[in-house]
């Protein structure tokens, strides 16, 4: 476009930001994706897809060098040498902790959406009104019914396989077939269906992998190796499904490598013109103008940005008017459930590695139940009969030991609570000036923790799992609970959040900045509270109805 004027432009290229760039393409305008990192080609640069570990020089695990150099990445499991060059070096772009938060990033064309675990569950009026019953935070400004075809329009595209559940706390979506429960799975599911009055239930997980093509993609081959790319598009992600949608519309400019650091503000229009970008590559910045932005930077960036758009009237930031930006962080609690062996099944194996497992929809604080604590948690999980890896810890050697390691092991079952973390002021991030990334920009400083409330939650967490696989007929159950930090759920929320009142949120129900009316924020930053669903078919269904209603309001001339 002439002298780097659009109609809208949309900062980030992740989940949100894609479909921010399909919506408003397909509605006719002429939009700028900006992208912070370098650009990831579908399927051409999904270089480690069909390797198998011996592929690799260190067989796809970590060494003491890479520990070296990551000392954020190598808190978890994100830090191997498969997909290491998916994650945020960081050295390049560090953070600080007041206290520790383990945030796990993805910086190039496509952001997360390559790397996630597609788990996609529907948020309920249960989590919509929760705030407001409860009496904490400020009430979400939107219900169920606002968001209910926002979800079904997403989920169409994006293509969610799952079960009809009919479950008022978990509504279904709109469904590809579900991949079913495995043999022992589903001996679970039905001896647990009798016990606890029915309300701990086990489905099949619901997840963004086709089990049907779409035009462009292919069904899901189970081969379980989502991480590293999908050469047949059969996961959502940027690349598979909602980039090709706006760049078939003609409509889109993408530009990688571009580093937005600040939304620019007039200051008598009460509007942002557009956005500064610094280009990673020449180091040379540029002004884009626009009559709508979109950010969509995932959370804590995306905060990192409006705090960077500070100005004489807002000196702490566009939006930061309320006193809230930069607070209310949240994530999912995990890493506690249980597991156990299911006897009875020497005569099955597996076939086929199935990308995704089980899950147990919250039944805590629902229909009567009164915990100690507020709100709830699901779980995910699976059954597997285990291999040869079995033997990696055994002191054995010899030939017998081998034969027997050739032969399938015992069936295990197992999984993992995702808990609800409550929206707190005092979980914050905020700019640390003192310390630069590579770019000589201030960095994120986090100061957040578990509460009293979710760590009363993990109790029952632990010990109703090892109920539920003891209703199921596992035997030899034992409960864990390992050490959880913030961030380590990987679902980053809160930071500027959507309410009813200027005074106290950032965002309207529409996602718009309350101080900039043609600034919307999409991604996480804006969630109210946190349900206890892996929470990214939700910033996907709020991205398409803001940007709706964006488009709604430009051609009203509002914006
Ligand atoms: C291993 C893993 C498993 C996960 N599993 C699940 C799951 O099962 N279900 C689920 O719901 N969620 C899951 N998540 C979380 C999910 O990936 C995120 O919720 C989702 O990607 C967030 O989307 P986003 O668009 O907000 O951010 P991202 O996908 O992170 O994308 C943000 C983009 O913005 C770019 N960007 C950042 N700053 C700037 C800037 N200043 N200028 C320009 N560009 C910028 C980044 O480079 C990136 O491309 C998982 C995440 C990981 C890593
Ligand atoms: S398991 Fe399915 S979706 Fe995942 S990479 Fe393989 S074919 Fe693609």
Redesign the pocket.
């Known amino acids: 476009m002439n002298n780097n004027v659009y109609d809208a432009i949309v900062?980030?290229?992740?989940?949100?930001?894609?479909w921010a760039a399909k919506e408003l393409t397909e509605k006719g305008l002429k939009v700028l994706l900006?992208?912070?990192?370098k650009n990831v080609e579908h399927v051409t640069d999904y270089k480690n897809a069909t390797k198998a570990p011996w592929d690799y020089p260190h067989r796809g695990g970590r060494t003491w060098a890479q520990e070296q150099l990551y000392p954020k990445l190598k808190r978890d499991y994100?830090l191997n040498e498969k997909n290491l060059d998916w994650w945020v070096k960081d050295w390049e772009s560090p953070y600080t902790e007041s206290r520790r938060f383990d945030w796990?990033?993805?910086?190039?064309?496509?952001?997360?959406?390559l790397?996630?675990?597609?788990?996609?569950y529907r948020l309920s009026d249960y989590d919509f009104e929760a705030n407001a019953r409860d009496g904490i935070a400020v009430d979400w400004p939107i219900r169920y019914a606002d968001l209910e075809p926002w979800y079904a329009h997403v989920e169409k595209h994006a293509g969610i396989q799952g079960s009809y559940e009919n479950l008022p706390q978990l509504p279904d979506s709109v469904f590809q077939p579900a991949m079913p429960l495995n043999c022992v799975e589903e001996k679970a599911a039905s001896n647990l269906a009798g016990a606890f009055g029915g309300k701990r239930k086990i489905i099949p997980a619901r997840?963004a992998n086709l089990t049907q093509a779409l035009p462009g993609r292919a069904p899901c081959q189970f081969r379980n190796a989502c991480?590293l790319g999908c050469p047949y598009g059969a996961y959502f992600s940027t690349q598979s499904s909602t980039l090709p949608a706006a760049v078939a519309t003609g409509n889109l400019t993408l530009l990688t490598w571009?580093?937005?650091?600040e939304i620019t503000y007039d200051r008598d229009t009460k509007r942002a013109t557009g956005v500064r970008?610094l280009d990673a590559v020449t180091g040379e910045t540029i002004d884009f103008k626009a009559r709508i932005v979109f950010v969509?930077?995932?959370?804590v960036?995306s905060t990192?940005?409006l705090m960077r758009s500070a100005t004489d009237v807002w000196p702490d930031g566009l939006g930061s008017s309320s006193g809230e930006l930069g607070h209310n962080l949240m994530d999912h609690h995990l890493r506690v459930g249980a597991s156990g062996r299911m006897d009875g099944f020497d005569d099955k194996d597996l076939f086929g590695r199935r990308p995704g497992g089980f899950y147990v929809p919250r039944y805590r604080n629902l229909f009567g139940d009164k915990r100690d604590y507020l709100r709830g948690f699901g779980y995910q999980g699976s059954a597997s009969r285990q291999g040869w890896q079995r033997g990696i810890r055994e002191l054995g050697v010899g030939a017998e030991f081998k034969d027997a390691l050739v032969q399938p092991g015992e069936w295990r079952i197992g999984s993992s609570g995702f808990g609800e973390i409550l929206p707190d002021h005092s979980n914050r991030v905020s700019l640390n000036h003192g310390v630069v990334d590579k770019w000589g920009f201030p960095v994120i400083n986090f100061d957040a923790a578990m509460g009293e409330n979710e760590l009363a939650m993990r109790k029952d967490m632990a010990n109703d799992f090892a109920e539920i696989l003891e209703a199921a007929g596992a035997k030899d159950v034992h409960t864990y609970d390992n050490e959880f930090h913030p961030g380590a759920g990987?679902?980053e929320m809160g930071t500027a959040r959507m309410g009813r009142d200027p005074k106290s949120s950032v965002l309207n129900e529409w996602n718009q900045v309350w101080d900039a009316p043609n600034v919307f924020v999409t991604?996480?930053a804006c969630m109210t509270s946190a349900g206890c669903q892996?929470?990214?078919?939700t910033?996907m269904a709020l991205t398409a109805r803001a940007a709706d209603h964006a488009v709604a309001e430009l051609k009203r001339n509002n914006l």
Do not use: K
């Open positions: 900062v980030g290229s992740g989940i949100s930001g894609g900006l992208e912070r990192g994100p796990f990033r993805g910086y190039h064309l496509g952001g997360r959406s790397m996630w675990g597609r788990h996609s997840t991480w571009q580093i937005v650091n970008a969509c930077a995932s959370a960036n990192w940005l990987i679902h991604d996480g892996n929470p990214s078919l910033y």
